[in-house]
């Protein structure tokens, strides 16, 4: 079955320090690289997302760092602040032609320390 | 836009009876998705409709587990009976794909099913 790998489980940073969130996918035919965030209570919300003909895009204090021979894609939060402290997933489409349907990582959950 | 509503937000009950959990997807979109997450097992899919139609159920854990999309602005989650290990948080979202490079999906605030 395909999978995205995702690590650490947990990340604990200081404010103003940089977070790093590595995800690995399988399938080479993958052309959607979303990162959800979640904070308690609440639902999934996209984030970030990147195509695989780029190798970075950012926006704001958040990148996402795209490696296609490696097939690994990351999220980089710089200043990260306490409010960034939130569960974050990386995602992957399933396949072609699959209707948006998405692989989940297992989830980081990451706290910023004031 | 209200966004993706679910009902109940909170749901308890004993182990046996009959649980429905409710969805009204994004008005216009055409996918909806149905997910159960928990600390052991992550986020996992469980049934996703394109058009009110079932696509993949694969995610369906066991026979108890049923859903239905009866039109494109209501879809129901049913347990039937219910048991302990269902316990989780289960999230229903939409999305329109074709019109965005992204297809992001749209999660409602989810259902949080305690079964004692």
């Known amino acids: 079955q395909q999978q995205v790998k995702q690590s650490p489980q947990s990340l604990i940073v200081q404010k103003g320090g940089i977070s790093i969130i590595n995800c690995a996918y399988e399938n080479t035919a993958f052309d959607y690289f979303p990162w959800y965030q979640q904070f308690p209570g609440k639902g999934p919300a996209l984030l970030i997302a990147i195509r695989p003909d780029v190798s970075e895009k950012k926006e704001g204090r958040f990148t996402i760092s795209f490696n296609k021979s490696a097939k690994q894609f990351s999220l980089h939060i710089m200043d990260s602040q306490p409010g960034d402290s939130a569960t974050y997933f990386c995602a992957a489409p399933t396949g072609v032609n699959q209707g948006g349907k998405l692989i989940f990582g297992q989830g980081t959950e990451l706290s910023v320390k004031p | 836009d209200a966004g993706v509503i679910q009902s109940p937000r909170h749901e308890v009950t004993e182990m046996g009876q009959e649980v429905t959990l409710r969805c009204k997807p994004i008005s216009g979109h055409d996918y909806l998705f149905w997910y159960r997450q928990t600390m052991m097992r992550g986020l996992e899919l469980l049934i996703y409709f394109n058009n009110n139609v079932p696509i993949d159920d694969s995610g369906m854990p066991e026979d108890r587990f049923s859903a239905k999309m009866p039109n494109a602005s209501f879809s129901t989650l049913k347990i039937q009976p219910s048991e302990p290990r269902d316990s989780a948080v289960y999230f229903c979202?939409?999305?329109?794909?074709?019109?965005?490079?992204?297809?992001?999906?749209?999660f409602g605030p989810g259902t949080r099913l305690t079964v004692l």
């Open positions: 979202a939409s999305s329109l794909v074709g019109t965005s490079v992204h297809n992001e999906q749209f």
